[in-house]
């Protein structure tokens, strides 16, 4: 199991399109894909779930990552978020 934070750097947080670009490349990879913020967890293959943590610009959010494919799935996830 792979853990990491990051801040939010997009001007209006996490929102639709982000979210959309995360869900698109977290359905490539087996491994379970987990972003947490405030206390609410989303699963990252869902663009519903993803808008649902309501992570503004600044916000640090917590990205857990378990499986097979665990460190690709990581990177994939920090290069949309970075």
């Known amino acids: 199991m792979l853990k990491k ?3 939010i750097h997009f001007n209006q947080g996490l929102h639709l399109r982000p979210s959309n670009m995360i869900a698109y490349e ?4 087996e ?3 987990r ?3 405030n206390g609410k967890v989303a699963d990252c293959k869902s ?3 993803l808008l649902q943590l309501g ?6 959010i ?3 990552v378990k499986g097979e494919d665990e460190a690709e799935a990581m ?6 978020l970075t």
């Open 5 to 7: 934070e990051q801040i």
């Open 26 to 29: 977290a359905r490539k990879f």
């Open 31 to 33: 491994s379970d894909i």
């Open 35 to 37: 972003l947490s913020c």
């Open 47 to 49: 663009a519903l779930s």
């Open 55 to 60: 992570a503004q610009n600044g916000s640090t």
């Open 62 to 64: 917590g990205i857990t």
């Open 75 to 80: 990177n994939a996830i920090l290069r949309i």
